[in-house]
């Protein structure tokens, strides 16, 4: 895992099996759901400009922001 300092090594040394209330699973669901789900539609959009030769021209969305 990389950290400020360079990289840092972890070793599990056990593992406490809990019942997680059922809220905080719920939402761990969702959150992960989402977060697959913006990374799918990221290699999406990444696909279809890569076939079509999309550039951004950034000086312009800056120019429109401003």
């Known amino acids: 895992m990389e950290s400020n300092n360079g990289y840092v090594i972890y070793r599990v040394t056990r593992v406490v099996d809990v019942q997680p209330d059922e809220t905080r699973e719920r939402s761990v669901q969702s959150e992960l ?23 951004i021209n950034r000086a312009v969305l800056e120019k429109k922001t401003q």
Do not use: I, P, Y
């Open 33 to 55: 759901g989402r977060a697959g789900g913006t990374q799918e539609f990221k290699s999406f959009l990444d696909g279809l400009r890569a076939d079509a030769k999309v550039e």
